[in-house]
DNA sequence: CATGAGACCAGAT
DNA sequence: TGGTCTCATG
C-alpha cells in the first residue's frame, strides 16, 4: 500500500540502478513483502495445511540473486499487528476465510482455476512461515529481525543507526518514515530503482523543502496504510494544501473553512498516524533493546496508553528480545516453530497434557522456558501461556501475577546485556521512555559482572543457531546475562535435521528440553491451532481483549461532543491564532530547518517544542485541550 | 487536471 | 492478494 500515488511523484528521481551498485552494501529486506509474492506459487498447500517449500524458495532464491550481486541482505519481517490496525486485521482474516470457503466450493464443483484464484487470495504469511524462512536463513548465516510491530519502522531504524545502506521495499510509506535510500521494482535481473532522498532537491517540486512534519501532513491527507485520507483528496490537492497551509493546524483550519469533510475519526487517525510515523517501537539489534524509532522528546506528555495504541507496546525484555529474534511468536508469545516444521512432525500421539515436575530452588539459573513449567503445575500449556501473554500484554498495571512472573525471572535488566561494551551507553537511550512511563513498574537494571567476548554473542546477535554455542548445553552454573542467550539459542539445529529429512526428528522432538517444557500441547490442541491458523495470523495483536479503552477517556467522547456542538472548528481556529507566534517560530519550514531534518533524519528535535506544550499534556486537561491536543501535537510532537 | 473505479497480471509445471 | 494501467467522471 504505502502513500498512494506519492512514487510517481518522484518520478524524476527514480534512477534505474542494478544490484551492482550497491555491491559490498548491505540492504534491508522487506521480507514480508518477499513472502507474499512467494504465496502465489503455493497459496492451495498452505491453505490446505500441507507442507511446501514454494514459499521457502521464492525468498531464498531473492537471497542468492542479492548474494550474486555482492549485496548482502538484512531481512526484516513482520511482527504483531498494531491494536489501531485490529480491524484491518480482522477484516482481512474474514475475507479470507470467505475465500477459503469460496475456493473449496469450487474444488468440489471440479472448477480448478477459480479454486486456484480463491486460495490466492485465502493465503496469508503467517509467523510460523516466517520462521521457516528464518530457519534457512540461519543456515545461509543470513541476518534478520522480526521487528516488534511493522516491518517499515524497524527498516528505517536500521538504516538510521547504519546497519543497513538503503531499503529493499516497494512501500512508499518508508519515505514518510524518513528512510534515505529506498529501492524499489527489483527484478530477477537485479535491476530496481532507486529513490535517493538526497535527490529531492531535483525536482520541480517543492519536496525537499517539506519538513519530516510535512511530509506527514502529505501522507495523511492524501492516505496511508494509518489514514484514508480525505475524499476528493489525492496527491496533487494534498500536496498544495500542505504547501500553501504548512502546518498541520493551519490545515485543519482550511480544511474546517472550505469545508471539507474532516471528521473527528480522520483527526483521531490523524493524530495517530502522526504519531506512528514517528515513534513507532522497533528493536535495537545491536543493544538487544526495544526502541523507538526515534526517541520521545524530553517534555512528551501523550498519554503513553494512546501511544502504544498505534506505536506498539512495550514488552518485558525477555519476550522483546525472544520475538525479535524470531524464538518467540510476535503475538502468542509461545515460542515460534517453523510451519514446516510443525506439518512434518504430524499430530502427536494422544496424551493428556503432560504435567510438569515442580521446579524447586535454584531459581537463579532458571530459564523463561523452566518458569512456563513451573506455572504449568496447575493448569495447561496453552492456558498458561496465554495468561502469562496477557499479563505481560498489559504491563501497564502490573497484576500480581505479572509480578511473580517478575520473580520468577530473575533477570531484570532494562535491557538484555547482548554485549556490556555498547549496553552501558545505550542504555540512556531509553531515559526518556521511562519518564513517561511513571506509571509503568520499571524493572531495575542489575549490576551484572557478566562479561563475554562480543564474538561469543555473535550468534545470539543474528539468531545463526547454527554456530556452535556452549550455553546450548544444559542450564548449569550461569551467569545472569547468559540466561537468555540460552533459551533464546534455540534447538534449530535439530529443527534443520528435521527439515532436511531426517527421520528420528518426530520421536526425538518431544524430549528435547525446549518441547517437553513448552510445547506440550496435546495433539487436538495443536491440530485445531494449525487449522484455524486464527492465533497465527500474522495481523494478531497481542492484545484483542483490552480493545482502546482510551477511546471512551478521550477522543470519541469529547471530540464527538466538539464536533456535534459545532465548536470544533471555532476551537481549532482559536488555537491557531493562539498559537500563531509559536508555530512562526517553531515549525514554518525555513530551508535551514528542513534541511537540518532531513540531513540528521532527526525527526523531532526536542527543541522543536516549545514550553507552552506543557500544557497540552492529555493526562493533565484532557478535557479542554484535547481538540487542540490533537491538532497540536500531532504535528509538533 | 485529478480522482477513483475497474480490469488485468503475477511464477512455474 | 497488491500493484499497475486505463478510462470515465467531476
Known amino acids: 500500500m504505502g502513500v498512494t500515488n506519492l512514487l510517481p511523484q518522484l518520478k524524476e ?3 534505474q540502478i542494478s544490484l551492482t551498485d550497491y555491491k559490498g552494501k548491505t540492504l534491508a529486506v522487506d521480507a514480508y513483502g518477499w513472502l507474499h509474492r512467494g504465496l502465489i506459487l503455493c497459496s492451495q498447500d498452505l491453505c490446505q495445511d500441507r507442507p511446501t517449500q514454494g514459499y521457502i524458495t521464492s525468498v531464498m532464491k531473492k537471497i542468492d540473486m542479492l548474494r550474486y550481486f555482492g549485496v548482502e541482505p538484512y531481512l526484516v519481517f513482520d511482527g504483531a499487528s498494531l491494536p489501531t490496525k485490529e480491524g484491518t486485521a480482522l477484516e482481512r482474516r474474514e475475507k479470507r476465510r470467505v475465500a477459503k470457503d469460496a475456493a473449496n466450493n469450487f474444488l468440489k464443483v471440479g472448477n480448478r482455476k477459480a479454486a486456484w484464484k480463491e486460495f490466492m487470495k485465502a493465503a496469508g504469511v503467517t509467523p510460523e512461515m516466517a520462521k521457516a524462512i528464518m530457519m534457512e536463513l540461519d543456515r545461509k548465516r543470513v541476518k534478520y529481525v522480526v521487528a516488534p510491530y511493522e516491518a517499515d519502522p524497524q527498516m528505517v531504524y536500521l538504516e538510521k543507526i547504519g546497519l543497513v545502506d ?50 506527514r501532513s502529505l501522507a495523511i491527507l492524501s492516505g496511508c496504510d494509518y489514514t484514508k485520507g480525505i475524499a476528493g483528496v489525492g496527491m496533487k490537492t494534498a500536496y498544495n494544501i500542505v504547501l500553501k497551509h504548512g502546518t498541520w493546524e493551519a490545515i485543519c483550519a ?33 543493544t538487544g533493546c526495544a526502541a523507538t524509532l526515534n526517541e520521545y522528546p524530553s517534555n512528551f506528555a501523550i498519554d503513553m496508553q494512546v501511544v502504544e495504541s498505534c506505536c506498539g507496546r512495550s ?68 492456558q498458561l501461556l496465554k495468561s502469562v501473554k496477557n499479563q505481560v500484554d498489559r504491563t501497564i498495571k502490573l497484576s500480581p501475577n505479572a509480578k511473580k512472573l517478575k520473580r520468577l525471572t530473575p533477570i531484570t535488566n532494562n535491557c538484555v546485556p547482548v554485549s556490556s561494551k555498547f549496553f552501558g551507553s545505550q542504555n540512556a537511550k ?9 506509571q509503568i ?47 533464546l539459542t534455540d534447538d534449530d539445529d535439530d529443527n534443520d535435521s528435521c527439515l532436511s529429512g531426517t527421520n528420528s526428528m518426530a520421536n526425538s522432538i518431544v524430549d528435547r528440553p525446549l518441547f517437553s517444557s513448552t510445547l506440550t500441547k496435546s495433539s487436538t490442541e495443536l491440530e485445531s491451532e494449525a487449522d484455524e491458523g486464527y492465533e497465527n495470523e500474522i495481523e494478531e495483536s497481542p492484545i484483542k481483549f483490552t480493545v482502546s479503552s482510551w477511546r471512551s477517556q478521550f477522543l470519541m467522547k469529547e471530540s464527538a461532543e466538539l464536533v456535534q456542538t459545532s465548536t470544533a472548528a471555532k476551537l481549532k481556529v482559536e488555537r491557531a491564532v493562539k498559537t500563531k507566534k509559536v508555530i512562526e517560530t517553531e515549525t514554518k519550514p525555513t530551508k535551514d530547518s528542513a534541511a537540518a531534518a532531513l540531513v540528521s533524519q532527526e525527526f523531532l528535535q526536542p527543541s522543536q517544542l516549545s514550553e507552552s506544550d506543557a500544557d497540552l499534556s492529555f493526562t493533565k486537561t484532557p478535557k479542554k485541550t484535547l481538540a487542540f491536543g490533537l491538532l497540536r501535537f500531532a504535528f509538533t510532537g
Open 430 to 438: 531509553i531515559a526518556p521512555l521511562k519518564e513517561n512511563l511513571t
Open 13 to 15: 528521481i527514480q534512477v
Open 166 to 215: 538503503g531499503i529493499l521495499s516497494e512501500d512508499s510509506d518508508l519515505l514518510v518514515f524518513g528512510c534515505r535510500k529506498l529501492i524499489t521494482k527489483l527484478n530477477d535481473y537485479g535491476e530496481c530503482v532507486e529513490i535517493d532522498r538526497a535527490n529531492l532537491h531535483k525536482l520541480k517540486t517543492e519536496y525537499h523543502r517539506f519538513t519530516p512534519e510535512q511530509w
Open 254 to 286: 482550511a480544511l474546517e473553512a472550505e469545508k471539507k469533510p474532516v471528521s473527528a475519526e480522520f483527526l483521531e487517525e490523524a493524530f495517530k498516524a502522526n504519531l506512528a510515523f514517528q515513534f513507532s517501537k522497533v528493536f535495537d539489534p545491536v
Open 441 to 487: 513498574e520499571m524493572p531495575k537494571p542489575v549490576e551484572s559482572s557478566y562479561e563475554k567476548p562480543f564474538e561469543a554473542q555473535s550468534s545470539f546477535l543474528t539468531g545463526d543457531s547454527d554456530i556452535p554455542d556452549e550455553s546450548s548445553s544444559p542450564i548449569k552454573d550461569v551467569a545472569p546475562g547468559e540466561r537468555v542467550v540460552n533459551y
Open 315 to 382: 514488552q518485558s525484555p525477555e519476550i522483546q528480545t525472544g520475538v525479535c529474534l524470531g524464538k518467540l511468536h510476535p503475538s502468542t508469545h509461545q515460542v515460534l516453530y517453523s510451519r514446516e516444521l510443525l506439518l512434518k512432525r504430524g499430530p502427536l500421539p494422544k496424551a493428556p497434557p503432560k504435567i510438569v515436575e515442580k521446579v524447586t530452588a535454584s531459581s537463579a539459573s532458571r530459564t523463561i522456558e523452566s518458569f512456563f513449567s513451573v506455572q504449568k503445575q496447575a493448569t495447561s500449556t496453552i
